[in-house]
């Protein structure tokens, strides 16, 4: 990736040591798609919080609720020996589901640098997602719990990721143009306004500062729902040579 302009007159804020990213999770073993180019500045680096993403992506609350509510009817009914099965059935379910979500964080690592985000994600394959923030169209951000949130981007292009690929990092519901989903990060307000104010070296981007509406009644692509926002502190444009953050979004498996 060429960048021949001097970046000295509008400075981001200070980088992360790219030879940290290789101790902290997965590892891309020198993938273009999933390593930082030597001239990109790399401004945060985070997981999902495995509590949060238990309960909201593996759905272990209600899932416990509802192997709950069927103990309870079991008692009610005078058949302790069902009620017993049930939980026992329930206690298994909700290890294997913290299991999976623990396997999900730990093999997560979601990357900002000045050009481009970057998903190193697979449970199971290990797979590099690139994706250009001038494709970034809207980032829709959803308050979890006190201290934690998901975003979720909107994209231009037609160079499109599988809803299977992405998941659980994806925007639930939306499988007709699936956006990518940063999810149960901590102090995910602080990460969004970040990313818009790195995406406004490519122009304004809409952020939704409502809650992400996750029902299937939203499964149809919906446009931005909130005014434009401008980045805090201008960021020099890029110039040159076309390098892989100006390319659509890509992925590959390890």
């Known amino acids: 990736m060429s960048d021949t302009r001097d970046r000295a007159a509008a400075p981001l804020p200070g980088g992360i040591d790219h030879a940290e990213l290789e101790n902290d999770g997965p590892t891309a073993h020198g993938d273009r798609l999933g390593t930082p180019a030597p001239d990109e500045t790399v401004l945060w680096k985070g997981r999902p919080g495995l509590g949060m993403l238990a309960r909201t992506a593996f759905h272990t609350r209600t899932l416990g609720l509802y192997m709950a509510a069927l103990i309870v009817i079991a008692l009610a009914t005078g058949r302790n020996d069902a009620a017993m099965v049930t939980a026992g059935l329930g206690v298994v379910l909700i290890a294997l589901l913290y299991m999976l979500a623990w396997l999900s964080a730990r093999s997560t690592l979601y990357i900002l640098t000045d050009v481009r985000l970057i998903m190193r994600i697979g449970m199971a394959i290990e797979t590099r997602i690139n994706i250009p923030l001038k494709q970034v169209t809207a980032a829709h951000y959803r308050a979890r719990g006190k201290d934690h949130g998901d975003i979720a981007f909107e994209l231009s292009g037609d160079r499109l990721l599988g809803h299977v690929l992405l998941w659980p990092h994806v925007r639930p519901w939306h499988y007709t143009r699936p956006q990518p989903m940063l999810?149960?990060?901590?102090?995910?307000?602080?990460?969004?306004?970040?990313?818009?104010?790195?995406?406004?070296?490519?122009?304004?981007i809409d952020r939704n500062l409502t809650e992400i509406k996750d029902e299937a009644a939203t499964a149809r692509h919906q446009g931005p729902v909130s005014g434009p926002i401008t980045g805090r502190a201008p960021v020099m444009a890029r110039t040159g040579d076309a390098g892989l953050g100006d390319q659509g979004m890509e992925g590959a498996p390890a």
């Open 183 to 204: 999810r149960a990060l901590a102090d995910a307000a602080r990460v969004a306004q970040m990313i818009a104010d790195v995406r406004a070296q490519y122009g304004e």
